[in-house]
């Protein structure tokens, strides 16, 4: 027993050491853009740490997935653990990809390198091997081309601009189809309406060749031509899987088909349509771009109306051809009539034949005033592609009489907003009249302003009030100083009393001599400063003194004020007139001079 | 100096040997053509006046009716705004440059001004520089007055009087000189109208410079720089170019 699970274990360990490290890929050749998957695996162990190489000439798509599977086989341990990389082919040629390192235990095992050998795209091979018939490739595509292919069908080569064709594509097949796809093409040139259709629905059986087909409609459009020239219709490239018949397998319970998902790529042929431009020789007016064959109606509701009531004017325009296309028609209505935007209604289908159908234009007008009035007719030209000619439309004018209902009037007049005043319609514009008579003709001269004369004129006003003020500060200062100017006038006023006083030497005494003590008096007043209150002889005195006048000026000024205050009162012709005159004009000027 | 003398007294008799009235009968003849519909002999009366170095609005306005009847855009567009010159507060002529505008090919949308400098202008249009000038010089000697006033016075009523009077012809005084100067800087903003019918903008001052855009007879420009021959000139909506000098007429 011992020695059993002593085998056992050493079996297990052998097992655990003998491991091996694979590379493997899904494709040894591959085209260019097509996917190779490699798988790394290590069996009889765990690896620890996996190094990928790097893959030159291709692009990683997916991985490293990392799976791991464990086994117990009949008491026998094993495990394996894989890494797998999804690749993209780039570049075309032989490629080695490194081995990949992994670290087990106690080692680092390579794997084996990997060659793949890249060549050109499926596509471009199934070219050159034209003509046969399901020769299987080395990558295992199968050309179909005469089991599977594509047409485009137009229902016309030759097409004006603006005249709806219709292109169809089919898909011819022999072979079992399990999915496709398709692109969506680009109409250049043309305005498109897909028709809708379910290719599954439309499968009908054709014979070509003695072969049976079935014929699948995928798409349909609808193409309205918008411009001149030679446009290509572009194909439809379609990518298919087709489940191709292989090899019969015998089994035990009789023999199977065995089965095959192919992908194939397949296109239709291309259609040039050759569009000729709308002839432009009697192109009428009022052709706004309409082609096909069209029918126009107008009609009202009512005839008969009273103001204010809305009737509802329907312009229906009926046919086949690019009705989308066509915009509001232009109507005039009468000036008195208020109308709107009409509502635009349009039934168009889409079907084989082009587009055809009803659009209606709906306006609603509201008379604002009674009378008969009448909607003009309205025209509508179109181009007919099968004459290839224009073709004129006109509706009949149709007569609405619009009554006074008195009452009905009234209210309406009054809830409608009183028409707008015109602003005055200046209609012809021309220049004002010459001027009759002529201005003061003048030499071109230069402007005042900014002039130095400007600036001399402007300095003067300025310079003159410095000058004034100048002047009148100075007279200001001395009328300031009252004392001195009163001093100074002192003698001005005593020879005026005195003057006076000569005047009156004739008359009487007393004018006389208050005229002589006024000048004595005043002019001391004023020369000493001494207010008229305060005048005394004392004061006058040391006044005197103080300024410095001699001790005879004083004893004679004292006398002569005595002398003339005694005569005063006591009219006695003690001294003459004339000479009590002189006396005080010598003793103000004795004054004048000592002071 | 004696030569100076004889030149400049020859040159003022050669330019003003005919009197106002003499003036007047020329105007009168010219006026008199214009309402015959002779509008040829119209213009070269007029030319005649002008030629002798005088200048008139009446002249310059007559003389763009005269164009305008003759059926000469540009130049009835010039005379007007030459007649604006001298007179920019007329309506006749505004009018009548409203309605010649109308004829010409650019339609070019001015800036909108702020409506302060709007008026700012055309209160500084309305005296012209030198009413401006002269409102300037009074309103100095009225505050040089008010400031006399004001320091001699006696009584409290007359120095106040002073007072403000100074102040108010001072801050008046100030307005008036500015906006003697926005007239005189508006006055001497050349502008120019294009009389080719068709120029050819550029973006430098040489004829292999790219074309900036386009520009037609009878368009008002302002005129901001001049090299050699070429002028460079701004529209009213502030795009600006280099354009030959034959082609502008300065107005």
Redesign the interface.
């Known amino acids: 027993m011992r020695l059993l699970l002593t085998i056992l274990f050493v079996s297990l360990i052998y097992v655990g050491w003998s491991q091996t490290f694979t590379a493997k890929c899904s494709h040894e050749t591959v085209g260019v853009g097509e996917r190779v998957k490699i798988v790394y695996t290590i069996k009889g162990g765990d690896g620890k740490k996996f190094v990928q190489p790097t893959f030159t000439g291709f692009r990683l798509l997916g991985g490293p997935n990392t799976s791991s599977n464990m086994q117990w086989v009949n008491g026998v341990h094993s495990s394996s653990k894989s890494f797998s990389f999804i690749l993209l082919a780039e570049e075309i040629g032989t490629h080695t990809i490194a081995p990949a390192k992994i670290k087990t235990k106690d080692k680092v095992i390579d794997s084996d390198p990997i060659v793949i050998t890249v060549n050109k795209s499926k596509q471009t091979k199934q070219n050159t091997s034209q003509g046969n018939t399901k020769k299987t490739k080395q990558d295992g595509s199968v050309d179909l081309s005469s089991d599977l292919f594509m047409k485009l069908f137009v229902d016309k080569r030759k097409t004006y601009v603006g005249q709806q064709i219709t292109a169809t594509y089919k898909l011819y097949l022999h072979s079992q189809v399990v999915n496709y796809s398709h692109n969506r093409p680009v109409f250049n040139g043309f305005y498109a309406q897909e028709i809708k259709i379910d290719p599954n629905a439309e499968i009908k059986t054709e014979v070509i060749n003695g072969k049976q087909f079935r014929v699948a409609t995928m798409k349909k459009v609808v193409l309205t031509p918008q411009k001149s020239g030679v446009i290509e219709i572009p194909p439809l490239e379609m990518e298919l899987i087709v489940r191709m018949e292989g090899k019969r397998r015998r089994s035990g319970w009789g023999t199977f088909p065995t089965y095959k998902d192919v992908k194939v790529d397949v296109a239709s042929n291309v259609e040039k349509i050759d569009v000729s431009p709308l002839p432009l020789d009697n192109q009428p007016n009022d052709f706004a771009g309409a082609v096909g064959s069209f029918s126009i109606k107008a009609n009202t509701d009512l005839e008969k109306v009273n103001v204010n009531e809305a009737i509802n004017l329907l312009f229906r325009l009926e046919g086949k051809g690019n009705i989308e296309l066509i915009s509001e028609p232009l109507l005039d209505f009468p000036q008195d009539f208020e109308h709107y935007d009409p509502k635009v209604k349009q039934n168009v289908s889409i079907t084989a034949s082009g587009t055809k159908g009803y659009k209606t234009f709906e306006y609603v007008l509201i008379p604002r005033y009674a009378g008969d009035f009448e909607i003009p007719a309205f025209t509508m030209s179109y181009f007919d592609p099968i004459s290839a000619t224009y073709k004129r439309l006109k509706t009949e004018p149709i007569q609405i009489s619009v009554s006074k209902n008195g009452a009905d009037e009234q209210r309406g007049e009054m809830a409608y907003v009183a028409p707008k005043k015109e602003d005055v319609q200046i209609i012809g514009k021309d220049i004002r009249y010459i001027k009759s008579t002529s201005g003061a003709f003048k030499t071109k001269n230069e402007p005042f302003f900014d002039s130095a004369g400007f600036y001399a004129l402007g300095a003067l006003p300025l310079a003159s009030l410095g000058l004034f003020m100048f002047m009148a500060k100075g007279i200001r200062r001395r009328n300031l100083d009252v004392a001195s100017t009163k001093s100074r006038r002192a003698r001005a006023m005593a020879k005026k009393h005195l003057k006076v006083a000569k005047g009156s030497i004739n008359g009487s005494d007393q004018a006389f001599y208050e005229e002589i003590y006024k000048a004595l008096f005043g002019y001391l007043s004023d020369k000493l400063n001494i207010p008229v209150s305060e005048l005394s002889k004392d004061s006058i005195l040391s006044h005197l003194n103080s300024k410095g006048a001699s001790e005879t000026l004083s004893t004679d000024l004292i006398k002569v004020l005595d002398e003339c205050e005694m005569a005063r009162f006591a009219p006695m012709a003690a001294r003459g007139k004339s000479e009590m005159l002189s006396s005080s004009e010598s003793i103000i000027e004795r004054i004048e001079d000592e002071i | 100096m004696k030569f100076k003398i004889v030149f400049i007294a020859l040159y003022l008799l050669g330019?003003?040997a005919l009197s106002?009235d003499q003036?007047?009968r020329i105007?009168?003849t010219a006026?008199g053509h214009?309402k015959a519909g002779e509008y040829d002999s119209a213009k070269l009366a007029y030319a005649e006046?002008l030629n002798n170095?005088?200048?008139?609005?009446?002249?310059f306005?007559?003389l763009?009716?005269?164009y305008?009847k003759n059926g000469n855009i540009p130049a009835a567009i010039l005379y007007y705004e030459r007649a604006l010159k001298l007179k920019p507060t007329d309506k006749?002529v505004k009018?009548?440059l409203m309605?010649?505008n109308?004829f010409i090919t650019d339609k070019i949308e001015p800036i909108e001004e702020v409506i302060l400098t709007r008026w700012w202008r055309s209160s500084a249009l309305s005296l012209g520089?030198?009413g401006?000038?002269?409102l300037?010089?009074l309103l100095?000697?009225i505050?040089?007055?008010g400031?006399?006033g004001y320091?001699?016075a006696r009584s409290r009523d007359w120095k106040q009087l002073g007072f403000f009077t100074a102040i108010i012809s001072v801050v008046f005084s100030t307005i008036s000189l500015s906006l003697?100067?926005e007239?005189?800087r508006i006055?001497e903003t050349d502008f120019g109208v294009v009389f080719s019918p068709s120029v050819n903008v550029k973006s430098a001052p040489e004829m292999s410079a790219t074309v900036q855009f386009v520009m037609h007879e009878g368009l008002k420009v302002q005129i901001i720089e001049e090299e050699d021959n070429w002028l460079r000139i701004r529209l009213t909506d502030g795009n600006t170019g280099w354009v030959s000098d034959q082609s502008i007429e300065l107005i």
């Open positions: 330019f003003n106002q003036y007047d105007f009168e006026n214009y006046i170095g005088v200048e008139s609005f009446e002249l306005y007559n763009g009716n005269t305008f006749d009018h009548n309605v010649v109308g520089q030198d401006w000038a002269w300037f010089l100095v000697t505050t040089c007055g400031i006399a320091f001699l003697g100067f007239s005189k006055s």
